[in-house]
């Protein structure tokens, strides 16, 4: 026993062990629930099926979410009720009021600039000869993650003083010119500006492979129909192209806000949350992690919670009508 547990070999056996138990448990479980006669076999099936999946939401999002809900409502060290106090200090604190105006505008200007751009990037290259370049092209940034993304752009916007030699590439190219170096990434409140248009850089190629997809899929014989009648092009974007993928339009930016919402890797790797660039994410992290506050970074957890809910239903119930439409 010792073997197992105090060597990585033994680790390894121990867990492949435990993994083929739980595989046998749940075969035998399946094969009881089959030989269940007709009226009881489809409750059991479906106990046997959903059973785990539904132990693990109830561990890894159910339980964690009580807790932080009721963690949000004590003190510093989650010893005495302290009611609504930390509520009231995430709204009236100047720096946690910072924050929530970041969040804001990092929710209505992502989606919104990362959609347009992805939108009309795929209107321009449609049926065009290099249109599998251009699509690879603006899709490339989605395969690098928050943090990588964050390095790359923390190098274009670095700024070092006056006479300094810039490695920063476009303050490099102002010097070059011979304009004076810029601090993206110091001066408030543009730096929250420079840094939403990193998660943009990542977005469009989202936005721009669904809105393709789905202008693929407007019929061509109401465009045809379009064009006979006159319509100009504008026309044709604005009253065809448009309302026909309308669905898909709203899909697009309902996901870009959820993932704007829970921002974090991309304001702690450029800024370091300074300069007042921090976003919810961030105040949570540092109250309960580096301040030691579990109170308010529970409360600041349940904010970002009671905002993206909302978003992930009315996500939902637009992809179930997008089934229906289509089938």
């Known amino acids: 026993m010792g073997f197992l547990l105090n060597t990585r070999v033994g680790q390894l056996v121990l867990a492949v062990i435990l993994f083929c138990a739980i595989v046998a448990v749940l075969l035998l479980i399946a094969k009881g629930a089959d030989s269940l006669r007709e009226r009881a076999r489809r409750p059991a099936v479906v106990a046997v099926f959903a059973g785990p999946a539904l132990l693990l939401l109830a561990a890894g999002l159910i ?147 669904i809105l393709s997809a789905s202008i693929k899929a407007v019929p061509e014989d109401i465009i045809e129909a379009a064009r006979l009648d006159g319509a100009s092009a504008w026309q044709l974007f604005w009253s065809i192209t448009i309302p026909s993928i309308r669905p898909s339009l709203v899909v697009v930016l309902t996901t870009i806000s959820i993932a704007t919402l829970k921002i974090f890797d991309i304001t702690r790797t450029m800024t370091g949350a300074k300069f007042d660039t921090q976003v919810l994410a961030n105040l949570m992290y540092d109250e309960s992690f580096v301040f030691g506050n579990n109170g308010l970074g529970s409360a600041m957890a349940v904010f970002i919670f009671v905002l993206v809910v909302p978003l992930v239903m009315f996500n939902i119930r637009q992809m179930a009508k997008n089934r229906e439409v289509r089938g």
């Open 63 to 209: 339980y964690p979410f009580i807790r932080t809900l009721w963690m949000s409502f004590m003190d510093n060290r989650s010893e005495n009720y302290v009611g609504f106090a930390n509520y009231v200090t995430a709204l009236t604190e100047p720096s946690n009021l910072v924050g929530f105006r970041n969040t804001f505008l990092w929710v209505i200007l992502t989606p919104l600039l990362s959609t347009t751009i992805g939108l009309v990037y795929a209107v321009l290259i449609d049926k065009s000869r290099l249109e599998k370049v251009a699509k690879a092209l603006l899709f490339l940034p989605m395969a690098i993650s928050f943090v990588g993304a964050g390095i790359i752009w923390k190098f274009v916007y670095d700024y070092k003083g006056a006479g300094q030699d810039q490695i920063g590439v476009i303050n490099a190219l102002l010097t070059w010119v011979g304009l004076e170096p810029v601090r993206f990434l110091q001066d408030s409140w543009m730096n929250t500006i420079f840094l939403i248009l990193v998660l943009v850089w990542i977005e469009a190629g989202f936005a721009m492979v």
